[in-house]
């Protein structure tokens, strides 16, 4: 069973938990590109899931066992884990090996006691005193307001293209082009589940026609449109 909460701590997270039942596993699923990176506990430790690029497929959890996350907006990530988000992308490392086993260990025992809350309440601290999210999550703004053009949104911000993809790969894992196509991908799917026609799927998340829209979502997520929807509704 997953459940999933915005973050009363953390603005623009979400907490997010999964349980599996006593009789058995839970299977396994695809995690979509979101332009997210969260901190995962499972198992007994703690992992960064770092910026996807393409589907991410995760094992069925075992029976009676339960895993809890935090999911952190786009840029806020590297401002907590002092990593620049690309050094982090389609990777899951753990947090011990991003930060030493030193400095990790206070987390997972603080998690391993006080679960959830106790994940939050650091983040937040630590987000807080690093003065939270960079200038660049502008960038995410700019790309939910649809602009396509790297040059204009560069332009927008007052930086030179260049500059702006260099810091756009620190913040988010990727260039300011591949985050568009990951926050269009992230429209896309609640129009899927509300069983919009493909055409007017494609044309309220801003794909120039249907085509366009296929070629994409299989690019990030390895299935048709089609097969995403079905995938999605049968859960």
Known sequence: ????????RVPGAVLWSVAAGPGADAPGEDVLPDGCMDLVWSGGGLLV?????????????????????????PGAAPVLLGVPADALRDARPDLADVWGARAARPWADAVAAGGAAALEQRVAAVLAERGGRPREAAVVAVLAARATSAAGIADRLGVTPRTLHRRSLAAFGYGPRTLGRVLRLQRVLPLLDAGLPLADVAQRAGYADQPHLSREVRA??????AALAAGRAAR
């Open 1 to 8: 069973m997953y459940a999933e909460r915005p973050s009363t």
């Open 49 to 73: 899931a770092g910026p996807d690029t393409r589907a991410h497929p995760t094992g069925p959890l075992p029976a009676g066992s339960s895993a809890l996350g935090l999911r952190l907006p």
């Open 220 to 225: 990030l997520t390895g299935r048709s449109p």
